[in-house]
């Protein structure tokens, strides 16, 4: 599906990114500038692993700029079910009293193929009904005046998806900055040649298109960075510049992705995240509990 970026309605949203160093993960509030209106892209929830103590000082620095700036949220989007980092969307709905929590419709994959792995059992609701909306690709919604055009760009996980609003692309783990290349594609589920072709996608939209990535890890020691264009992805991506072809991008992702460890929140963010944020259901003393499947990942 070719979309053109520069037609909606003439304007362009307001784009603030806020960087978690312990995920290293960039959210970002994307505002409609002819209102209040905002959307929250991939929050983060602060969690103590060894402690196992949930925190939230991320996400109460996002609702504090929403406040100060008197915002309305209409959306809290998750690019896709997170490893890295646990979702803060549920506490902002429930601090702010609005937001509609949105992902792709492929979590039905993610939650079958987890709800297995972490032997969630049949109360576990595999059909995405925690989450409000299930895009499908080429869905629109708004934020405010704002059209937002879904593209569905699949191979880190099933269910990624690119939001596309105005000249802006938040491209979630589908790509990183130029010399940061792309994500792995090695979790269940995931498939390197589908990620080389989402890719394309999106390097398919006019090369002024700002792209705002989801990770950054301020590779050879630069600042840490999370705006680029898809004119600066396609001349300098190391994984995914001018001339690789499909077959050597899947080489070297499966090459470099034998060498990768596992993210250090998988386990906790794993089944948080495919619960749009929410925790496993209490025991009848009111306890909640997280599961470590042994040698399952």
Known sequence: ????????????????????KRSNTVSYIVQDPQSTSCAVIDSVLDFDYAAG??????????????????????????????ADHLSAAPYIQQQLGCGLIGIGEQIVEVQDVFGKVFNEGTEFERDGSQFDRLFQDGDKYQIGQLEVHVLHTPGHTPACMTHVVGNAAFVGDTLFMPDGGTARADFPGGDARALFHSIQRVLSLPDDTRLFICHDYGPNGRDIAWETTVADEKANNIHVGVGRTADEFVALREERDKTLSMPSLIIPALQVNMRAGKLPEADEDGNRYLKVPVNLL
């Open 53 to 82: 103590r949930m925190s939230y000082q991320s996400a109460d620095v996002l609702i504090d700029h929403i406040r100060k700036h008197s915002l309305t949220v209409e959306w809290l989007i998750e690019t896709h079910v997170h």
């Open 1 to 20: 599906m070719a979309i053109d970026v520069k037609d909606v309605n003439g304007m362009q949203p307001i784009v603030q990114g806020f960087f978690d």
